[in-house]
Nanobody, 120 residues
Framework: QVQLVESGGGLVQAGGSLRLSCAAS????????MDWYRQAPGKQRELVAH???????NYADSMKGRFTISRDNAKNTGYLQMNSLKPEDTAVYYC??????????????WGKGTLVTVSS
């Protein structure tokens, strides 16, 4: 089995920063693309940022210049550095990853999310 666990969420004032982590564990052979999504109350889940296994990145327009996605392949961990946070960034943040297991199964896995609350 594979588990993704997010951490680093919390309460921060507008203009502040947070760094989220996503640690993958279990029967992992390799990890492909990793993504961060978020879901605000009453809204649909949206893609925040994407990083390939080689480190290429993409961001949603509203996050460009404020958020940075990265990964440490040796630690099977992804990160989302969030700067200049705004109240509208308040949401549950989820990580997702394409994982190849030791059994040769390739599937998408999701974490349970971490809550980010930005106060005005």
């Amino acid at each position: 089995q594979v588990q993704l666990v997010e951490s680093g969420g919390g309460l921060v004032q507008a203009g502040g920063s947070l760094r989220l982590s996503c640690a993958a564990s279990g029967s992992i052979f390799s990890i492909g693309a990793m993504d961060w999504y978020r879901q605000a109350p009453g809204k649909q889940r949206e893609l925040v940022a994407h990083i390939t296994s080689g480190g290429s990145t993409n961001y949603a327009d509203s996050m460009k210049g404020r958020f940075t996605i990265s990964r440490d392949n040796a630690k099977n961990t992804g990160y989302l550095q969030m700067n200049s946070l705004k109240p509208e960034d308040t949401a549950v943040y989820y990580c997702a990853a394409e994982v190849a297991t030791m059994r040769g199964i390739i599937a998408d896995y999701w974490g349970k999310g971490t809550l980010v609350t930005v106060s005005s």
